[in-house]
């Protein structure tokens, strides 16, 4: 069975997520949106982890549904846990070092995303990282605690854990972060690599960037939305034809079979928040190429830049621009599709005539990623304007206009030049 499944989100109960993330809008926003299976977030929130249990009921073997609800959306048990700690990279100068030997390092902060099978091997978990740190305070927990370890941890107490290096680009939090990570898997989790089947590549990265590295070509690239509302899911996730079943997804995953695993959907890079090198404070934005003319230094006020994703991907990579590694998972740039209706609408997103231009496509075509993926420009045309079926039809086929994103500023995907737009509200006006 085809379906699109996004792991990654947070609930209500963590910082800077809206108070209508609950298990009931996330079901109903995963219907409009055309996602079956949803991961849950946050469960080593003690009062998170309680409502899992009293409103989710088993469906197929290790996901859950909405109890008394007809719904067919799945839920899987996901968390993501925030690792800080102290540790010295594990090459230096050239040659391989004891790490035991070393006492004082580099601070890491990478975020892990951790998939389980049943809510008893989530209590058990719970309980280990509890005597770690306090997962009372955030639904993403920060704990002083090396990946490797958090890894060791949770597949000693179920195998059938997946653990997965969160936005794996993005500088502050990251395992490849330009900010507080490593250069390779291996340098992070050592001997535990070889459990690391999976990174995600984050919104501001897409697999071809990740293709470039050739160490990369063990490891199955995902996507998923790392939501902090309901509207945002799935603006990146994963395409399956599999039984539905935790064994069956997280089997597709670690084999990285094309056949199982279709495609990811992604955004733009460049709309990521993290894209290019800059400054937000100082309003300063720069490639790769001008961040090296600089030295690396903020021309505004003298500060190291904040460098980016596809700066790091540079530094990193030992492939060139467009390489084609011979097994890999394809994907799909997409822009969501309230941000393509206010594009050529020539209006915000969240405002009146966006959000019942919104609601007029869901109800006649049933989701988002039905209307973005399959839908005809000929039966979108019967419903809505044919400039918004224009620029849906654009999204497909990657004609679009990137400005990349800096420093925690997103970046913007322009459907539509500012003379179309101009002569698009001419038009409003007059009709």
Sequence with gaps: MQFIADFHLHSKYSRATSPQMDLENLDKWARIKGIKVLGTGDFTHPEWFNNLKQKL?????GLFRLK????????????????????????????KEDLSSLSKGKVRKIHIIVFAPSFEVVEKINVQLGWVGNLKSDGRPILGLDAKELTKIVLSISQDCLIIPAHAWTPWFAIFGSKSGFDSIEECFEDYS??????????????AMNWRLSALDKVTLISNSDSHSPSKIGREANVFNTEISYAAITQAIKD??????????????EEGKYHYDGHRSCEIKLSPQETKKYNGICPVCGKPLTVGVLNRVEQLADREEGYLPEKRIPFKNLVPLEEIIADALGHNTGTKQVEKEY??????FNSEFNILLDTTKENLEKITLPEIAEGIMRVREGKVVKE????????????????????????????
């Excluded at 719904?71 to 925030?82: A, D, G, Q, V």
């Excluded at 990285?256 to 890079?269: A, G, M, R, S, V």
């Excluded at 970046?411 to 409003?428: A, D, H, W």
């Design 57 to 61: 009921e088993p469906a197929e073997p």
């Design 68 to 95: 008394s609800s007809n719904s067919e959306i799945r839920f899987l048990l996901t968390t993501e846990i925030s690792c800080v700690y102290s540790k010295t990279q594990a090459i230096a100068k050239g040659k």
């Design 194 to 207: 070889k459990y690391i089947y999976s990174i995600e590549t984050g919104l501001s990265s897409d697999p």
């Design 256 to 269: 990285k079979d094309p056949q199982k695993f279709l495609y990811t959907i992604e955004f733009y890079p």
């Design 359 to 364: 609601k007029n496509l869901i109800e006649n």
């Design 404 to 431: 990349a994103g800096y420093d925690g500023v997103y970046g913007k995907i322009r459907i539509f030049s500012k003379e179309e737009q101009k002569e698009l509200i001419r038009q409003e006006t007059l009709f």
